[in-house]
């Protein structure tokens, strides 16, 4: 079964430095996300991407994220200056549609950041 | 305002039992219905989507009730393996893609 897959599993950061986090979505789809989830907290969307754009971004997703489309492949989330709240599992997810009937997303393992 | 309100639990039931669990929302525009479950410190994987009339995977049975919005996950014969956190997600009306999180409710099976 196609899976989302996401490198490193674990990322750990001096605040202030830059991280690329990594994700390899299912081939087909078109559609790809980043969430992320404190520790003991819900999955909270960051922000969605389609067609080599943001389609919508969350008030988590501030000046200091962006994300990028660099291949046919590769779906990845930079974190310019990072800061110690921003240490949890990201997941990346995708889905080969949106609308029109129920299109479930698939998540990725998840990369989990430690920001010290 | 909250999106999506779950009981927390934990709920701990004996292998063979039958679980429910509810689910509300906040969105009336809200199209298509999830149910995830989360091993600890794991991603959430799909566990079934939830339909309006209702559907049923095995063991699992989802409903979804949009005049009192919300949804349930009815869980029969439940097995030790069933022990995780079961996330409700919806994807929210107005928006295109964004999934809305509840913050999941924990099971335990014991044997």
């Given at each position: 079964?196609?899976?989302?897959?996401?490198?490193?599993?674990?990322?750990?950061?001096?605040?202030?430095?830059?991280?690329?986090?990594?994700?390899?979505?299912?081939?087909?789809?078109?559609?790809f996300?980043w969430?992320?989830?404190?520790?003991?907290?819900?999955?909270?969307?960051?922000?969605?991407?389609?067609?080599?754009?943001?389609?919508?971004?969350?008030?988590?997703?501030?000046?200091?994220?962006?994300v990028?489309?660099?291949?046919?492949?590769?779906?990845?989330?930079?974190i310019?200056?990072?800061?110690?709240?921003?240490?949890a599992?990201?997941?990346?997810?995708?889905?080969?549609?949106?609308?029109?009937?129920?299109?479930?997303?698939?998540?990725?393992?998840?990369?989990?950041?430690?920001?010290? | 305002?909250?999106?999506?309100?779950?009981?927390?639990?934990?709920?701990?039931?004996?292998?063979?039992?039958?679980?429910?669990?509810?689910?509300?929302?906040?969105?009336?525009?809200?199209?298509?219905?999830?149910?995830?479950?989360?091993?600890?410190?794991?991603?959430?994987?799909l566990?079934?989507?939830?339909?309006?009339?209702?559907?049923?995977?095995?063991?699992?049975?989802?409903?979804l009730?949009?005049?009192?919005?919300?949804?349930?996950?009815?869980?029969?014969?439940?097995?030790?393996?069933?022990?995780?956190?079961?996330?409700?997600?919806?994807?929210?009306?107005?928006?295109?893609?964004?999934?809305?999180?509840?913050?999941?409710?924990?099971?335990t099976?014991?044997?």
């Open positions: 079964e196609p899976e989302v897959t996401q490198t490193p599993s674990h990322q750990v950061t001096q605040m202030g430095q830059e991280v690329i986090l990594r994700c390899v979505p299912i081939s087909n789809h078109l559609y996300y969430y992320r989830q404190i520790l003991g907290q819900k999955v909270e969307f960051l922000v969605s991407f389609y067609n080599n754009e943001i389609s919508e971004k969350s008030e988590i997703f501030d000046d200091q994220f962006s990028e489309r660099p291949d046919g492949s590769n779906f990845t989330l930079k310019r200056s990072t800061k110690l709240e921003d240490s599992m990201y997941f990346c997810a995708s889905s080969d549609g949106v609308l029109g009937g129920n299109q479930p997303q698939h998540f990725g393992d998840g990369t989990r950041l430690s920001i010290l | 305002r909250k999106e999506v309100e779950q009981d927390p639990g934990p709920f701990n039931v004996p292998e063979g039992a039958t679980v429910a669990f509810n689910c509300t929302y906040s969105n009336s525009a809200s199209q298509s219905f999830f149910w995830y479950r989360q091993d600890c410190r794991k991603e959430p994987k566990l079934m989507s939830v339909y309006s009339s209702g559907n049923e995977d095995g063991r699992f049975t989802a409903q009730n949009r005049a009192s919005q919300y949804i349930s996950l009815l869980i029969r014969d439940s097995k030790l393996s069933d022990s995780a956190t079961y996330l409700c997600a919806h994807l929210g009306g107005s928006t295109l893609g964004r999934l809305y999180f509840g913050r999941g409710t924990q099971l099976v014991w044997p």
